[in-house]
């Protein structure tokens, strides 16, 4: 067994105790393949950000009846990283996308750090090595892919299905790779990290990635009228510089951004014309930024949005008849609970209305509501009522009026009044409900290394041997043909894998998936299905690529 091959055998949990749990059959309630030899399969992943237990069985008694996800119920998931019980979005990404545990921050690599009870320890020579994810694998098949976020889409999870970077923060790297993946429909926000520009996460490289979309024959859209409009087999959706406005705000604050459940839809069209069949990942992302926050509006109008999103999925799935559909959160956030101390003695009688009838009464989330506060503070109660609290007493006034931190009160108050508690601001280590329907659909306690394993198993690929063709280390795959190597760092925002030997010269440029081939005569630049990635000790290269040298 190759060292990687150990790694990997030592990071999943699955193994021989978990196989029986995974649901090697579907259940008779599923449509079922129509004929597996003919028609092509399809994987639609679905993550809720951050979504824990008491934040959808909150939504359900907000919506007043059943979620879309209540008849996918097929088990539950556990969520803990490679170094902790509590999971960060990257490495909880990285475990749904690659089949492995990995270390906070981490996105698409092993780990450095392996403590987690029942994990082997990482060889250290392969600590930050890229390992190959689920949309690549459907890549290599011939499938269309998608990706889908209200966040950018360079957000920890999405970058987790589609890039490799040693950190979530490199949205300059993580820009690239997406881009240069070849990826049919990308949909979110994120606008900001493809172009050069002053802000925050604008391009450092000088590489206008708009212009290379251009050159790919991308259809760049910016407006849900102009998602909806287009025709096109590759569609780039740019709805928003940073992150999409929540669901219950967007008819105020952007009205022209289209909602999740419109851009699931449109994608599922647009890839389902693929003869080979399609992989498409979407996150309902800002759940986990409310859950942040504790707002609880802001909680329940994204889980809602994400779960009219899951209804397109399922219908979609329903009629196809070979298409696998999961959901899941990613990890808990928040401690997020129906009943607090004020219900202490009073839980058993106290009904559903008491806790849904004071947010009934939000017209928007806490952010929606604050972008309407003015400078000098003296619309604070019409803003308040905005968030659902109105009849402010004098004391509820006065605390707003002095308040360092206006947004955070606000959620206590409601919350409050509500009845809804919460023990943290951050994540939190339960496990999460696995929803998933149609043929091999996953069942039972799952580990989220599972998912990963499952989704490529329906597909018809093995993540680890995938990980062998697409991931070599470059400088030991050149220099056993006769190359000697270097890695090119003059301009630190443009590192090059350089190989040589005689007269020829093979450059690779990070992030993206081109080979550059120079003699004395000439300059040639190949395009392959695969990516260069850089961790920033070593450049990994695909067999593509270095078969693309003669």
């Known amino acids: 067994m190759s060292k990687v091959s150990k790694k990997v055998a030592g990071l999943s949990l699955a193994g021989a105790l978990v196989i029986s749990s995974i649901g090697l059959t579907s259940l008779k309630e599923n449509v079922q393949a129509k004929d597996k030899q003919k028609e092509p399969t399809n994987v639609i992943m679905m993550v809720m950000d951050g979504t824990s237990a008491g934040a959808t069985t909150l939504s359900r008694w ?8 209540d008849e996918m119920m097929a088990g539950g998931m556990r969520t803990y990283s490679a170094e902790s019980a509590i999971t ?21 690599v092993l780990p450095s750090i392996v403590n987690s009870p029942g994990l082997d320890p990482v060889n250290p020579e392969d600590a930050y090595k890229p390992v190959a994810n689920v949309l690549e694998g459907a890549k290599q098949l011939g499938k269309a892919t998608g990706i889908i976020s209200t966040s950018e889409i360079q957000h920890a999870t999405p970058a987790g299905f589609s890039a490799h970077v040693t950190h979530r923060s490199n949205y300059g790297d993580i820009a690239e790779q997406q881009v240069y993946q070849g990826i049919d429909v990308v949909l979110g926000g994120g606008k900001e990290a493809l172009s050069p520009g002053t802000t925050k996460n604008a391009r450092q490289d ?10 790919n024959n991308y259809d760049i859209v910016e407006s849900r009228d102009e998602l909806l409009a287009s025709k096109s087999s590759k569609i780039w959706g740019s709805f928003a510089p940073s992150a999409l406005a929540y669901d219950f705000d967007r008819e105020t604050m952007k009205p022209s951004e289209p909602t999740l459940a419109e851009m699931t839809k449109k994608a599922i069209n647009t890839l389902n014309k693929d003869k080979d069949g399609f992989f498409l990942f979407v996150e309902g992302s800002k759940i986990d930024w409310a859950a942040h926050g504790n707002d609880t509006i802001g909680m ?21 008849g070979n298409t ?14 129906l009943g607090n101390m004020n219900t202490d003695s009073t839980y058993s009688e106290t009904p559903v209305s008491a806790y849904i009838d004071p947010l009934k009464k939000a017209k928007m989330t806490v952010e929606g509501a604050l ?8 619309n604070l109660k019409e803003v308040a009522a905005l968030y659902g609290l109105d009849n402010l007493t004098t004391e509820e006034l006065e605390k707003l009026n002095s308040s360092k931190n206006v947004g955070s009160d606000m959620t206590k108050m409601l919350a409050d009044r509500a009845n809804i508690g919460f023990t943290t601001g951050g994540h939190t280590g339960e496990d999460v409900f696995l929803y998933s329907y149609g043929p091999s659909r996953p069942t039972g306690l799952v580990e989220n290394t599972d998912l990963a394993k499952k989704m490529a198993q329906f597909m018809g690929f093995d993540l680890e041997q995938l990980t062998n063709k697409l991931y070599m280390n470059a400088k030991e795959a050149f220099e056993k043909k006769g190359y000697s190597t270097r890695i090119d760092v003059t301009d630190p925002n443009n590192p090059v894998f ?10 690779l440029p990070a992030n993206k998936n081109i080979v550059i081939t120079k003699t004395s005569k000439s300059t040639q630049q190949k395009e392959i299905n695969a990516i260069t ?3 920033g000790d070593n450049f990994y290269i695909s067999e593509q690529a270095l078969k693309a040298v003669k």
Request: proline content about 1%; charged content about 25%.
């Open 62 to 69: 907000y919506k007043g009846d059943n979620l879309a996800m």
């Open 533 to 535: 990635v850089y961790n």
């Open 88 to 108: 960060d979005s990257a490495p909880a990404a990285t475990a749904l996308a690659t089949g492995n545990k990995s270390n906070d921050k981490y996105v698409g």
């Open 324 to 337: 696998m559909v999961i959901a899941v959160s990613d990890h808990g956030n928040s401690g997020i609970t």
């Open 371 to 378: 972008s309407q506060l003015n400078s000098e503070k003296s």
């Open 206 to 215: 000088g590489e206008n990635l708009l212009e290379v979309l251009d050159e």
């Open 300 to 320: 329940i109008s994204d889980t809602l949005a994400f779960d009219d999103a899951v209804k397109e999925a399922l219908e979609f799935a329903k009629e196809d």
């Open 498 to 507: 350089v190989a040589e030997k005689g007269r020829q010269i093979v450059e």
